[in-house]
């Protein structure tokens, strides 16, 4: 890739299948395995995203081809906070194109959209096991705040479901008791006994 220059701009729905290219290996990490969406509903969101004040999906392209991508939102820096915070998510630069200036096209424009929509921070969000790309922001002056975990809500709802209690748990319907309980109390009555006898 020679040092021609690299041209950030919004992305537009016929770029759905250049962003599917790009974000390849992040689509095939979702928690719920569902891998890539098809191009309709990729236009889709396109279309949703270009229409929210909020939202920019933005895409670099060098030599008419699209090599990058990045989703910023704007968003409260905190609950209780009303400085504003543009997060950069989804960054990607396709392996050929890195180190050529790609990713720092897109915090600059990034930094750009934060400071037109009055947010006092940007923070960016990266796979924690994506070495390269921490070392990388943490290089641009990214500090780390959090660990964002992500789960399916099926995963998730299977593991909340109450387990069935042991038997010695299970409350005796008749006189409202845990066996546990009973087993209790007998045993100290057994304990009584000895010590008195």
Not at 128 to 141: I, P, Q, S
Not at 156 to 169: D, I, K, Q, T, Y
Not at 178 to 192: H, L, M, P, S
């Amino acid at each position: 890739m020679s040092r021609s220059p690299i041209t950030v701009r919004e992305a537009e729905p016929a770029d759905a299948a250049s962003l599917i290219r790009v974000w390849g290996d992040q689509l095939r990490r979702t928690p719920d395995r569902s891998g890539r969406p098809p191009l309709t509903e990729v236009r889709a969101s396109i279309a949703r995203t270009a229409a929210d004040p909020d939202f920019r999906l933005i895409v670099a392209v060098f030599d008419d081809e699209i090599v990058g991508a990045a989703f910023l939102s704007r968003l409260p820096l905190s609950p209780i906070h009303s400085d504003g915070a543009v997060q950069i998510s989804y960054l990607q630069v396709c392996a050929h194109a890195r180190r050529h200036g790609v990713g720092k096209a897109m915090i600059e424009a990034a930094v750009a959209w934060a400071e037109e929509k009055g947010a006092s921070t940007v923070m960016a969000a990266a796979n924690a096991t994506d070495r390269e790309a921490n070392r990388y922001l943490a290089r641009l002056g990214f500090g780390s705040l959090a660990v964002i975990r992500v789960a399916s809500v099926g995963s998730l709802r299977s593991g909340m479901m109450p387990v069935e209690p042991p038997a010695c748990a299970r409350t005796d319907v008749r006189t409202s008791r845990t066996v546990g309980q009973i087993i209790a109390q007998r045993r100290q009555q057994r304990r009584a006994k000895t010590t008195s006898g």
